[in-house]
């Protein structure tokens, strides 16, 4: 009986030993900077999604090429807060930078 408890503490769910298994292989970063690029419009909303003609994260800096200057320069005063959103939403720090054309 001994044995079955220890087994049972050792125990863990197919999801956490994955994420472990990722987090160990550094498989993670490139899931959040695909879920960064998903999360976008969520976080944004419409209007800027609308505007925004690519989007792609290299390093940890995201890369935001957009169709309107006046919502450029908006975006533009609020990028630190526009990377702890995105940082927040993915749930792990993976942007420092946000580069805005």
């Given at each position: 009986m001994k044995v079955m408890d220890k087994r049972k503490s050792n125990m863990q769910t197919i999801s956490e030993v994955l994420l472990e298994v990722m987090?160990?292989?550094k498989l993670n970063k490139g899931?959040?900077?695909?879920?960064?690029?998903?999360l976008w419009g969520q976080v944004l909303g419409p209007s800027v999604a609308?505007?925004?003609?690519q989007i792609y994260v290299d390093?940890?800096?995201l890369y935001v090429h957009l169709n309107s200057s006046v919502i450029r320069g908006e975006l533009i005063m609020l990028k630190d807060k526009i990377i702890t959103r995105l940082n927040e939403a993915v749930g792990e720090e993976v942007l420092h930078d946000v580069v805005f054309r």
């Open positions: 987090k160990n292989q899931l959040f900077e695909h879920r960064i690029k998903g609308r505007v925004t003609r390093n940890g800096t």
